[in-house]
């Protein structure tokens, strides 16, 4: 990301800010010996991609100011970590001109205390019997000393703004997405039985890395027979057996904005009978949600539609006596935003809007027969209906099974 991007989002921010209103936004810490992993909201405001950094805003009198803060080198451990963020490329990245470093933030931030009302921060969750969040911990000065002041958790505020792609956030996902499904045409391809599931989870994670991008969206599930039937799946060691059908859920992240995908195949070179009556059903269910897709419905609106098409199948399929009975073998939501977090920003009441991208994901789950499909594909939002940004992967049946035959 470039300061082009991220400064008409914080011109954006502070449209949606009163007197008296701040942000406080912490980046992530580095773990050691971990590969680094931003906070997505700072990501999204400023664009850098560095731990121990804080991102401070608000509106006073009219008029939006803010600042960044940064480590200062020491020269003693540059050997170990290399060299810490200047504030000359800080502000070179992030179009933010006012840097200055954490040793100043508490200094700082007691000045600013007396003329604030609300301050919103990255708090994000902690159960009771667990420590409380770097934000959480960082704020309670704030908490002690100035209770008069409301601290609040960001995501509301900044939800209405990660909702709605802008041109270069939709070009990511669009490559996400891309990668992700040439892997899943490279597992299609040559996926045998007798493999593990964790050979096919490398062969798309050797296709996202020689493509340049480094890491996953979200753990990925590839999950063969039974092991389909559980929705979160991660293990991803057992062995595939013959006549299995294999589920990927799998999606790859480019510049933080992830894909989210899912296909199903049989090992063999053709669907069973039995597979092939399921696949269709989930199938023509996912279809038909996609197709009411369009600003102004919600999710819960297509999630009903979902359940309605699946549960007049499941009854076809011998597997309900009434519609009332598919929460048995369908359990999740058909849909959630997609973004710099997998499940984006956004509530499932709220209408979808242009600019939206989201997932449509129907399902069976029947362990009793050792079968889950889902199919999801990844789907944007526009002005007159819809994008499926996934439309490339396969999922007929037909294509599928060409596919699987030329396995040799």
């Known amino acids: 990301m470039t300061a082009e991007i991220t400064a008409p989002r914080r011109e954006r921010l502070a449209e949606l800010l ?67 963020l200047s504030p000359e490329e800080a502000t070179r990245i992030s179009g933010i001109k006012r840097v200055r470093y954490l040793d100043e933030f508490y200094t700082t931030l007691s000045a600013m205390c007396p003329m604030m009302k609300v301050i919103h921060a990255n708090l994000g969750f902690a159960a009771l019997n667990q420590p409380p969040t770097l934000a959480m911990h960082m704020l309670q000065p704030v908490r002690d000393r100035h209770p008069q002041i409301e601290i609040r958790q960001l995501n509301d505020l900044i939800a209405p703004l990660r909702k709605l792609k802008d041109a270069w956030e939709i070009q990511q996902l669009q490559k996400a997405i891309d990668v992700t499904g040439q892997g899943i045409l490279d597992i299609m391809g040559s996926a045998r039985p ?124 011998g597997l309900i006596d009434s519609e009332d009975q598919i929460g048995r073998y369908y359990m999740h939501g058909v849909s959630h935003f997609l973004g710099l977090d997998t499940h984006d920003l956004g509530g499932r009441e ?17 362990p009793e027969e050792r079968i889950g499909v889902r199919i999801e594909d990844d789907v944007l939002v526009t002005k007159t209906g819809h994008k499926v940004l996934s439309a490339k992967i396969p999922k007929e049946i037909k294509d599928i099974e060409k596919i699987r035959r030329q396995v040799t």
């Open 350 to 366: 709220a209408a979808l809007e242009a600019g939206n991208v989201i997932t449509v994901e129907p399902g069976l789950y029947i």
């Open 18 to 84: 009163s007197d008296g209103e701040n942000l406080i936004v912490f980046a992530n810490s580095q773990g050691k010996l971990q590969k680094f992993s931003q906070d997505k909201n700072f990501l999204y405001l400023t664009g850098l991609n560095h731990p121990e950094l804080i991102y401070v805003a608000g509106k006073f009198g009219g008029r939006f100011n803010d600042m960044l803060f940064i480590e200062r080198s020491d020269p003693e451990r540059i050997v170990w970590e290399g060299e810490k």
């Open 194 to 317: 007798g493999m593990m599931e964790y050979q096919l989870e490398a062969t798309l994670f050797y296709r996202m890395q020689d493509s340049g991008l480094h890491t996953w969206g979200f753990a990925p599930i590839i999950a063969a027979g039974i092991n389909a039937a559980t929705l979160h799946y991660d293990k991803n060691n057992c062995q595939i057996g013959k006549n299995e059908l294999v589920l990927m859920d799998v999606g790859a992240d480019c510049n933080g904005y992830s894909a989210d995908i899912t296909r199903c195949f049989p090992i063999g070179t053709k669907f069973t009978a039995r597979q092939k009556q399921i696949y269709q059903a989930v199938l023509d269910a996912q279809k038909k949600v996609i197709a009411s897709v369009k600003p102004g419905i919600k999710l819960s609106e297509l999630n009903e539609i979902t359940k309605k098409g699946l549960a007049q199948a499941a009854i076809s399929l």
